[in-house]
């Protein structure tokens, strides 16, 4: 109960809360409470909670779209951060390019859709992937330049320039797009914990009709291979050796396959949907299913992109 005080304090009276359930706000509709939660809705906000939590010796979670974890039934323990932080700004302009910095809480659909519009290219091929920027460059998020085709990787860390990060301690720094160590479904963030305040974009001026073009046949192809309106944390298994999961779990014969309320969908058998019933028992034991059903078919060892919290 003192640390809530504490919070409040330092944080504005009111904005801490205790014990607000987290499902919610997820898109997979499952977990359970933070022990504080807090929305930030400026940088400073993030860098007082991250000072704040430091502080009292609470551990800090941040939460973006939240589209990419599962949070179990006990919930969060410590401060849990939603990342409410939204603006853009035009830092350098030429006729060739445009420098953009952008709040990590801005969602990367709008951005991708803002800035494919004004013919503004390097984001566009991201329309329809839920989340923040701050999740997107955390994961190191992708979809394909030629979905139907070659399927070339385009990852959220390609146009990066810049970014500001805090550590742990709350010190801030501007890092260029090296220090991020970008790999497939990886960025140093992972290993640092550090938080992400803002990233600049540096986009290529394009004739507007190619960016638009691009972002339709991404987003027909997603409403094509992926669940989209169900309850999901999107793909759930990293890649192995470029081979897809989806195919080596529909292989597997477990499309469809189902643990209480948690099932491999039947359209992406690399998505788990939530029938509205799932706990994130159900999600971890159907895991567990799938792991040991494609180890023993397969001899493959299934890694998880999702985040489990
Ligand atoms: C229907 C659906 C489709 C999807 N399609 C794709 C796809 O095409 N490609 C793809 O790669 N993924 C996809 N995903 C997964 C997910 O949307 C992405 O990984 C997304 O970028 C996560 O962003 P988020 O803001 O939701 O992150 P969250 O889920 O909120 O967080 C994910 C991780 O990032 C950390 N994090 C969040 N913000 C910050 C920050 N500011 N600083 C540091 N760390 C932070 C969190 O602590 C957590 O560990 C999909 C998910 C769904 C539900």
């Given at each position: 109960?003192?640390?809530?005080?504490?919070?409040?304090?330092?944080?504005?009276?009111?904005?801490?809360?205790?014990?607000?359930?987290?499902?919610?706000?997820?898109?997979?509709?499952?977990?359970?409470?933070?022990?504080?939660?807090?929305?930030?809705?400026?940088?400073?906000?993030?860098?007082?909670?991250?000072?704040?939590?430091?502080?009292?010796?609470?551990?800090?979670?941040?939460?973006?779209?939240?589209?990419?974890?599962?949070?179990?039934?006990?919930?969060?323990?410590?401060?849990?951060?939603?990342?409410?932080?939204?603006?853009?700004?035009?830092?350098?302009?030429?006729?060739?390019?445009?420098?953009?910095?952008?709040?990590?809480?801005?969602?990367?659909?709008?951005?991708?859709?803002?800035?494919?519009?004004?013919?503004?290219?390097?984001?566009?091929?991201?329309?329809?992937?839920?989340?923040?920027?701050?999740?997107?460059?955390?994961?190191?998020?992708?979809?394909?330049?030629?979905?139907?085709?070659?399927?070339?990787?385009?990852?959220?860390?390609?146009?990066?320039?810049?970014a500001k990060i805090?550590?742990?301690?709350?010190?801030?720094?501007i890092?260029?797009?090296?220090?991020?160590?970008?790999?497939?479904?990886?960025?140093?963030?992972?290993?640092?914990?550090?938080?992400?305040l803002w990233?600049?974009?540096?986009?290529?001026?394009?004739?507007?009709?190619?960016?638009?073009?691009?972002?339709?046949?991404?987003?027909?192809?997603?409403?094509?291979?992926?669940?989209?309106?169900?309850?999901?944390?999107?793909?759930?298994?990293?890649?192995?050796?470029?081979?897809?999961?989806?195919?080596?779990?529909?292989?597997?014969?477990?499309?469809?396959?189902?643990?209480?309320?948690?099932?491999?969908?039947?359209?992406?058998?690399?998505?788990?949907?939530?029938?509205?019933?799932?706990?994130?028992?159900?999600?971890?034991?159907?895991?567990?299913?799938?792991?040991?059903?494609?180890?023993?078919?397969?001899?493959?060892?299934?890694?998880?992109?999702?985040?489990?919290?």
């Amino acid at each position: 109960m003192q640390s809530l005080t504490i919070l409040n304090n330092k944080l504005g009276q009111g904005r801490v809360r205790m014990g607000v359930i987290l499902a919610p706000y997820t898109t997979f509709k499952l977990g359970g409470p933070a022990e504080y939660y807090f929305e930030a809705e400026t940088d400073e906000d993030i860098a007082n909670a991250v000072k704040a939590a430091h502080e009292l010796n609470l551990s800090l979670t941040i939460l973006g779209g939240v589209s990419n974890v599962v949070i179990s039934t006990d919930g969060i323990k410590g401060l849990v951060l939603r990342n409410r932080v939204v603006y853009k700004e035009i830092i350098e302009e030429n006729e060739e390019e445009q420098l953009l910095r952008v709040s990590s809480g801005y969602s990367m659909t709008l951005l991708a859709k803002e800035t494919g519009n004004e013919g503004l290219s390097g984001l566009e091929y991201h329309v329809g992937l839920p989340g923040t920027v701050g999740g997107a460059i955390y994961m190191n998020s992708k979809w394909y330049s030629d979905p139907r085709g070659a399927r070339i990787a385009v990852y959220a860390g390609d146009a990066l320039g810049e970014a500001k990060i805090v550590d742990k301690t709350g010190h801030d720094r501007i890092v260029d797009r090296d220090y991020f160590e970008f790999a497939y479904d990886h960025s140093k963030l992972q290993e640092t914990s550090e938080i992400l305040l803002w990233a600049t974009f540096r986009l290529k001026k394009v004739d507007p009709e190619l960016t638009q073009k691009r972002f339709r046949e991404s987003l027909e192809y997603r409403h094509e291979t992926q669940p989209m309106g169900i309850p999901s944390s999107g793909c759930f298994f990293r890649n192995v050796d470029g081979q897809s999961v989806g195919k080596i779990i529909d292989e597997a014969g477990l499309k469809g396959y189902k643990i209480g309320g948690a099932s491999v969908s039947e359209i992406h058998a690399n998505f788990i949907v939530n029938d509205g019933t799932a706990t994130a028992e159900d999600v971890q034991k159907l895991l567990d299913h799938i792991k040991t059903v494609v180890r023993e078919k397969r001899g493959i060892e299934l890694k998880e992109e999702v985040v489990m919290i």
